[in-house]
Every structure is written in structure tokens, then in C-alpha cells.
């Protein structure tokens, strides 16, 4: 992809027509520096460095420390000359994978065609939410916030009608924003933009291109065919041709089926009260049950992950007796990991729960465990939780909860 300057002259707001686009980019905002401030958040306001305190290259900036010249790959010898003041933080790869797996969860909860490009950028084709979650406008706004509220890391949404468009449109969204490029103003938009903005444009190419008087998007749309694949080869040329007049045919394409499913969430606050974090555990398991049933797989493995306020994160995990995609069956077993791992009595910073170890429904023999055989519920709960699910379909994720009610001291689902 393009790494090229956004235009200054392109507009922020160009319609709100949203018909025919159902692309989102959706690109977390300096993604490894933010997870850090998140976690610090008195380091907020001032300029952070994620990478090694001498040697390495610069993992990521905040944006104060880009205003003095620091940049993603760069040296750190340099960018501590550029920026000396700058807090320079070693990075935590766990913590980052842990919030891109949980981000990348989210978005699969919205629909199953999502692309993921990297650790913290993904494509999605809502085509087929939006009667389910609304206009697409609506399910990038509602990303936005949850991620923010649940990582306190921001995300910028671009919204477009082909993967190309929908990119830069994050990227001048950029940060912490959303943009929509209605059909209508795809070529309006792409001609404010300097050449290399467009993806293929590296630094040899917009050379190229200048050397023929093209620096900008709409003077190479201006030029014809063959003396545009005489100044970059013919493959490039005819490529970059179609990109100027925003014409992308690539569709998004989702990854293979995940090996694990799961959902996690960090507190607004830490939690020490054990009923809330349980009811935490239960939205979880029904969050990641409801992914199972969707993508017709079941677990073998339930998993959880508790991080203390500390930040030491713990895990566990247990076998089942049977592969289940019943929500209750996940909570009960995540509940009794959450409750056995000892945190020193420090409050929960953090809880997850995922489903491992999957196999396909379909053609999986289904052995009822002894407890299942003579429970007449086994089966009705299973049948229950469909129900949720085209609730849910039909009004919403939000219409209608799982839930926990206690008696005499006992937990009853």
C-alpha cells in the first residue's frame, strides 16, 4: 500500500450518500504507542517512543512525537536527536496481539467477510449487516467507540465503495475519525491527491511519473493509456490508470477459519467485586458462543485469560468433556477457571474467555456426556441460545441478554 502524504486539499465531509458502499478500512491510530498510553495514561500529551532506548528503529510515535519529525522504521538514534524529550517505551508484543485479536473479534462479530492486512488494519464488506446493524456509517462509528471503551485505544474508519478508496479514506480520517467517500465523489476525491497516494506509487515511480510532468492523481488520469505505460511499464500503468478513475475490482477476501475464537474486554475500572466480573465472563461466553454457532464450529478447549491490575496476566484452560457451542456450557467452565487463579488480591485489570481446539459441526459426532443424558435441558438450551441469535439478527446484538440470577449463596444459569 501506498505510503504517500495525505492531500491537504482534500475535504473531510464529501456527502453523505452511503449507497453502494459497504467497504470499511478501519486502521487503529498508532497502534503500538496507543495500547502503551492506554495502560500509562500519564504519558498522555507528551511525545512516546515505542522501540529500544538506543539501537533498533521506531516502532511507533505518538503524535506529539511525530510533530518533531519522528516516524514508524526510523532509527532511534535519530529519533532521539529529532525528539530528545521524548518518553522512549520498550514494546510488549503480548499486549499488542492480545488487543489485535480482540479488535479482529469485534469486526468478526459484524460480519464474516473481514480481511485483516496487519496486526492493527483490516477490510470488512458489510453488504450484509446492514439491514442487521444499519448503514455503514452507523457499524463504523459503533467499532469505533467499542474499541475505544474497551482498550481505550482509537480507530479511524474509512468507508468507500472498493478497498482502494475506502484506504485513503482512513487515512484522511486520520486520527481518531471517520470518512465516507460517497460513489458520486470517488474521482472528486481522488484527483485532490498527489500522485503517490496511490498504491504501487513508491518513490522510484512517482520519480518516473515526474519526469513526465505527472505529480498529481488527476494529471495521471489526464494522460493517456500508452504514455502512461511507457513512462512505468505496461502493467503499471494500465494499474495505476484504473486506480486514478477509482476503479478497484478486489473484493474483501476473509481469512481462513480461525483456529480459536474468543472475546475478551479490560474494565473501566479495575474490578474487585467477584459478581461483576462473573457477569463480565458470562457476556464473554455468549459473545464467543454466538461466533461458534455463526461460523459452525464447536469447542473442545474453553480458555480465560485474567490480568490483575498489576498488569501479570494469567491463563488457563481446560478440556471438555464434549465440543460445545452452548454459551452456558463455556461460562460454567470459564467461571470456575476465573475463580481458581490467585491474584494476590489485586483487583481484575482485564478477563477474556476463548473457545479452542475447533472442530466443524456438521458431520462431528455429537456423544452426550452422562450429566447431558439425563439432563432434559441439555438439548433446550442449545435451542434457546438460536433463538437469541435470530433475535439478535433481527433487532440487534443489544435486544436481548443472557442471564445470571443467584440463590441461597449458589450460582443459577
Not at 44 to 56: A, T
Not at 400 to 405: A, E, R, S, T
Request: some cysteine; aromatic content about 4%; charged content about 25%.
Amino acid at each position: 500500500m501506498s505510503k504517500g502524504p495525505r492531500s491537504a486539499a482534500a475535504r473531510r465531509d464529501w456527502g453523505s450518500d452511503e449507497s453502494g458502499c459497504s467497504v470499511l478500512h478501519l486502521d487503529m491510530d498508532a497502534f503500538f504507542a496507543s495500547c502503551e498510553l492506554a495502560r500509562r495514561p500519564e504519558l498522555r500529551g507528551l511525545p512516546v517512543i515505542v522501540g529500544g532506548q538506543e539501537r533498533g528503529v521506531v516502532l511507533a510515535a505518538t503524535y506529539e512525537a511525530r510533530a518533531f519529525g519522528v516516524r514508524s522504521a526510523m532509527p532511534m538514534t535519530r529519533a532521539r536527536l529529532l525528539c530528545p524529550q521524548a518518553v522512549v517505551v520498550r514494546p510488549d508484543h503480548d499486549l499488542y496481539r492480545d488487543v489485535s485479536r480482540s479488535v479482529m473479534g469485534m469486526l468478526q462479530e459484524v460480519t464474516p467477510l473481514v480481511e485483516q492486512i496487519s496486526v492493527d488494519e483490516a477490510f470488512l464488506d458489510v453488504s450484509g449487516a446492514r439491514r442487521r446493524l444499519g448503514p455503514p456509517t452507523v457499524i463504523g462509528a459503533e467499532l469505533r467507540r467499542r474499541i475505544e471503551e474497551e482498550h481505550g485505544v482509537t480507530a479511524s474508519v474509512g468507508i468507500a465503495r472498493n478497498k482502494f478508496v475506502a484506504k485513503l479514506a482512513s487515512t484522511h480520517a486520520k486520527p481518531d475519525g471517520l470518512m465516507l467517500v460517497p460513489v458520486d465523489a470517488t474521482v472528486d476525491f481522488l484527483h485532490t491527491l498527489p500522485v503517490g497516494a496511490l498504491w504501487g506509487v513508491g518513490e522510484k515511480t512517482e520519480k518516473s511519473l515526474a519526469a513526465w510532468g505527472i505529480t498529481t492523481v488527476a494529471e495521471l488520469a489526464r494522460t493517456d493509456l500508452p504514455s502512461l505505460q511507457t513512462a512505468v511499464g505496461r502493467v503499471s500503468g494500465a494499474h495505476l490508470h484504473d486506480l486514478s478513475w477509482g476503479r478497484d475490482p478486489r473484493p474483501v477476501v476473509p481469512e481462513q477459519r480461525e483456529h480459536s475464537i474468543g472475546a475478551e474486554t479490560t474494565f473501566g475500572t479495575d474490578q474487585d467485586d467477584t459478581e461483576a466480573v462473573n457477569r463480565r465472563v458470562l457476556e464473554l461466553s455468549d459473545r464467543v458462543a454466538a461466533r461458534l454457532r455463526h461460523q459452525g464450529v464447536l469447542a473442545r478447549t474453553v480458555s480465560v485469560k485474567v490480568r490483575s491490575s498489576d498488569f501479570a496476566t494469567f491463563t488457563r484452560s481446560r478440556t471438555l468433556d464434549g465440543p460445545t457451542d452452548v454459551a452456558r456450557d463455556i461460562y460454567l467452565v470459564a467461571r470456575e477457571l476465573v475463580a481458581a487463579v490467585d491474584l494476590g488480591g489485586l483487583p481484575v485489570r482485564l478477563v477474556g474467555v476463548r473457545g479452542e481446539n475447533l472442530r466443524e459441526r456438521d458431520g462431528s459426532a455429537q456423544q452426550p456426556t452422562l450429566e447431558e443424558a439425563v439432563d432434559p435441558r441439555s438439548g433446550a438450551q442449545r435451542e434457546a441460545e438460536l433463538a437469541l441469535d435470530a433475535v439478535r439478527e433481527k433487532f440487534g446484538k443489544t435486544a436481548i441478554d443472557l442471564g445470571v440470577h443467584r440463590k441461597n449463596g449458589t450460582h443459577l444459569y
